[in-house]
């Protein structure tokens, strides 16, 4: 149980365009889920918080216009990175957690490379 | 001060031996502590996770948790080369939500 997956796991797109990424939990119903960016070589970052059919919780610095994440089922939250520049090429990671419990669980993970 | 604390390493062990990875936090509230294993270029895995004082074993893995000390640790016995990797600690306080503070990672390097 408890299985997230990511869609694409990898992209790569021009400047100035947008991605969409999306995080499924396969077999538990997600309130909650989490998105991670890393860098090489640095742990992961969390960008925000998406809650189902609330607006997400952004951590400070991370730009809400930039990253537009939407949470409209119990089972998929999608990230779009919108206006892609190359430093936003990075490692997207969502998570979510079972209802009543702390522990995250991982998608596999979307790298972003933009030219 | 940051939140969560490891050392980065690399921690370099030779096969068979026993890894000890540490981790200490700042916040006192803290309730919840995971360990997390990634592979390069992978995602993180769910290890184990330790709520209350005292030592949890699962397999060859064992979380140990000082709420007193505020430090947590795994130990890995009978490392293997298959357990080199970077292993992420994090925490969750009930002022968090169901957030995770996680710690830098320490990298393990286990050698045949």
């Known amino acids: 149980g408890a299985v997230v997956s990511q869609h694409p796991s990898r992209v790569i797109c021009k400047s100035g365009t947008s991605v969409k990424i999306e995080c499924r939990s396969l077999?538990?119903?997600?309130?909650?889920m989490f998105w991670y960016r890393q860098f090489p070589k640095q742990s992961l970052m969390l960008m925000a918080t998406s809650n189902e059919g609330s607006k997400a919780t952004y951590e400070q610095g991370v730009e809400k216009d930039k990253f537009l994440i939407n949470h409209a089922s119990l089972t998929l939250s999608t990230l779009t990175v919108t206006s892609a520049h190359p430093e936003d090429s990075s490692f997207y990671i969502c998570s979510a957690n079972l209802d009543n419990s702390y522990e995250q669980y991982f998608g596999p993970g979307t790298r972003l490379t933009v030219t | 001060q940051k939140e969560v604390e490891q050392n980065s390493g690399p921690l370099s062990v030779p096969e068979g031996a026993i890894a000890s990875l540490n981790c200490t936090y700042s916040?006192?509230?803290?309730?919840?502590f995971f360990w997390y294993r990634q592979y390069s270029g992978k995602s993180p895995e769910l290890i184990m996770s330790i709520y209350s004082n005292g030592d949890k074993e699962d397999g060859r893995f064992t979380a140990q948790l000082n709420k007193a000390s505020q430090y947590v640790s795994l130990l890995i016995r009978d490392s293997q080369p298959s357990d080199s990797a970077t292993y992420l600690c994090a925490v969750n306080s009930d002022n968090q939500g169901g957030k995770l503070i996680f710690g830098q990672g320490t990298e393990l390097s286990v050698k045949p």
């Open positions: 077999d538990f119903q997600a309130t909650t």
């Open positions: 916040d006192r509230g803290s309730q919840s």
